[in-house]
């Protein structure tokens, strides 16, 4: 279920990052690179900096895969994405709960202090992003408009509280997503945003 | 007294990389992911570099509580900073000579090249800046104006220089550090910079 | 033989970072670290992944030397890179086929899938370019507009294809070396491209 779940993720982040690529007009092989460091950058920066190496889709083949078909049906598609939008943004939304439970996940594995952890799990689902953005020459949307690191870390103390509770981790887990995807489809209902700080 | 040159650098690099984010309109987590890097930034790629993992802000708590009450100073004083230029721009000087030193250390410490040493002195106290800018989309400014780095490498050879000389650590840390200090203040002072090579 | 050719291809890839630098009017310092990231960049970023550190070039010295001859005629060059250019990009391309061969064969030291190795040996020669675009503030070049990275996968499973035939080490790595810069000189010569995929 969860294996399915990180799949669906997976390949919802390679989609939006050859999304962007083919905005910016990008050759195939510049969309590919886009997609799949959208859908593994942020796991691959936070093995980096906690020393799993070699990272993780370098070990376990899936996301070569799932990424290579993301990649595919982004660019049959790639003309009816307006249509797609909604789906497209339920996987994307998916995405962020597993990822962010997964560096959650490998934080707590290696015995590090809560706030890392969740410092961890936002990392794992909100840097993919942050990379694709800077291939793509643009300032990091998720710093400028979008409440997207804002939930993974609201879900991080959710889950550390639920976790003092002693639940089994199978309720832990699904809580804590639904937490996190809870929150993200409210926001985009009620267009929840923080405002810029200025300091002029 | 070292510990307390390292938390007030720290501070100083987190508030201006809060500085930088508030000009560019972000939103409040992006100004402090922009906070973070920039002080933690220039440290975490000299850990990736050498394999000193999980990162050390991962591990020593208090970078977290500093850089957070340096947000917090930055988002408060941010219509005031015309004033604080000069204490800013004196702590920041501060950092760049404690953040060379760590950087020199944790190079002889595993045995590297002086000039690997120095690489890495000047990585931890100039990279954090430099992250900050790609992410603000900007060219580093290290690479274009200021005499920044070029100040760091100097230090580094002074340092080996004097630790030839066996003297005592305690010395050898402080008269690097304010040799790094002085030239950066005169530098600013009679307007040092190195001209941009032209090709054309 | 391939000593020398690591040699010659390190320092072509540290001048043509060196000449991004100059057009961008970069400073001394700016121009070292970006010829020098140019460089090294690819194989620091495969050696991370991968968790081989201290990273190649803090180990092995030759790198630093051969990459400020470099920087050192590219700046005394500066004026006559017109005329220049052919040796140059003929350098680059010795470059492009040494490097994809040195990933490889990192890959294939710990074990990796055939395909893993192939974007070890990719990223080897294709990414100390994507940083210094980054660097630059531009959009990569090899996401745009030059088949540069398909050819080094091209040249990847050529490799694989050879090598399950129990071919020598030396014939393997000549044959897949040849491979590779006859093509890149191919596609410059009859301009091979891939097409941008628009999604409008």
């Known amino acids: 279920m969860f294996q399915l779940l ?17 905005n910016k ?15 593994v950058g942020g796991g691959t ?29 982004a660019i049959l598609f790639r003309k009816k994405f307006d249509r ?3 789906s497209l943004f339920l996987f994307d939304t998916i995405g962020l709960g597993v990822f962010t439970l997964i560096g959650l996940e490998k934080g707590i594995n290696i015995g590090l202090h809560p706030i890392i952890c969740i410092a961890l799990g936002t990392m794992t689902a909100c840097f993919g992003g942050v990379i694709r953005d800077i291939l793509c020459n643009e300032i990091p ?32 887990y699904l809580t ?23 300091n002029k």
Chains 1, 2, 3 share one sequence.
Request: glycine content about 6%; hydrophobic content about 60%.
């Open 25 to 39: 007009k990008l050759d195939p092989f510049g969309v590919f690179i886009i997609a799949f460091v959208t859908a």
């Open 141 to 172: 949307v998720i710093f400028r408009r979008e409440i997207y690191a804002t939930i993974c870390i609201l879900g991080g103390i959710v889950f550390f509280i639920l976790r003092k509770m002693n639940l089994e981790n199978d309720v832990l």
């Open 6 to 22: 990180d799949i669906i993720g997976t390949m919802a982040f390679a989609m939006s990052g050859a999304l962007t690529a083919m």
């Open 45 to 73: 920066l936070r093995d980096i900096m906690i020393g799993r190496t070699p990272v993780g889709w370098m070990l376990d083949f899936k996301y070569v895969y799932v990424i290579s078909v993301g990649f595919i049906l």
């Open 84 to 86: 797609l939008r909604t």
């Open 176 to 198: 804590t997503s639904l937490v996190i995807i809870s929150i993200r489809l409210m926001a985009v209902k009620y267009k929840w945003y923080l405002p810029a700080i200025e």
